[in-house]
């Protein structure tokens, strides 16, 4: 069976810009996108990660009864995923797991830049429990709100791209981490537009289950 990314969100528009993105960042793998219908629309802080848990991990556990290869939790925040690890026999990946492991096997520094300021402790305290602080510079907010990622495109990838321009000038770092699975459509503005590394969460995942699986 393909690899399975369960986006904890009820969003099935981002579950489709992910798996676009998984299956450019590695096209020996096959993916297939499952959009959890029980969660909330997005995933915005602590609330909305325990929201969104139970119907991911029903969503895994079918994944895992039908032989999924490997599973990727399509949310920065890497909800669920110590439970998710647990039920699944295959390999099970966070994306924000993912880039972090990315960037310390790379020895870079990083930033990451997130939506709202609501997300910050869950994503300093994820990168602590990985035991990466070490390569962490800041979290950074960029204030825009993850369905305003599609909603206002335009304006939000300007935010976002200020954001990571002031993490370029003042984090002293080799890459800035895109803090959102919805950030994938402003991967290559940011590249372009940047003198460090940008690390996309979501290609990143997908490439580790060419090595994983």
Partial sequence: MAV????PNSTASMTEAMVRTARHAAPGREFEGWTSEEGPASIQGEADGAAATPPLLRLV????????DGIIIGCFDDTGL???AKIAGCPVVGIGQAAYHFAALRQWRFSVVTTLPVSVPI???NIRGFGLGGHLSRVRASNVAVL??????DASE?????????AEREDDIDAVV???AGMVNVT??????LGIKVIDPVAVAASSMLWLV
Avoid: P
């Fill in 82 to 84: 110590a439970e998710a």
């Fill in 61 to 68: 556990r079918k994944a895992a009864e039908r032989g999924a």
């Fill in 123 to 125: 994503i300093e305290h």
């Fill in 158 to 166: 300007q935010m976002i791209l200020e954001e990571a321009r002031a």
């Fill in 188 to 193: 290559g503005t940011l590249a372009q537009s």
């Fill in 4 to 7: 399975v990314i369960i986006n």
């Fill in 178 to 180: 895109l803090g959102c």
């Fill in 148 to 153: 305003d990622l599609e909603r206002r495109a």
